[in-house]
């Protein structure tokens, strides 16, 4: 099935649509405040998303230095 529509990245005259759609519904008093708190918030995000790589780097590294070395089973002496 193709759509009719192309899905991309909006060009500068579609930017420009959606920065004026912005400012009629929040104002331009509102803009600034509205910026600062989605740029709060991406912050927090990507703080979290490091958080979680660390996490996951440092239990596959015990995964790692918990395995045996030697692939052989134990043979009694």
């Known amino acids: 099935m ?6 991309g990245m909006p060009g500068w005259p ?7 759609i912005f400012i009629l519904l929040f104002g331009a008093k ?6 600062r708190g ?6 927090e995000f990507k703080k979290a998303k490091d958080e979680f790589e660390h996490e ?3 239990s ?3 995964i790692q230095i918990k ?6 089973p134990h043979q009694p002496s």
């Open 2 to 7: 193709t759509l009719p529509i192309a899905f």
């Open 30 to 35: 509102k803009l600034p405040e509205l910026a």
């Open 38 to 43: 989605i740029a709060q918030s991406l912050g």
């Open 14 to 20: 579609e930017t420009i649509f959606i920065a004026l």
């Open 67 to 72: 395995e045996p070395t030697d692939k052989q």
């Open 56 to 58: 996951v780097r440092k």
């Open 60 to 62: 596959t590294a015990e």
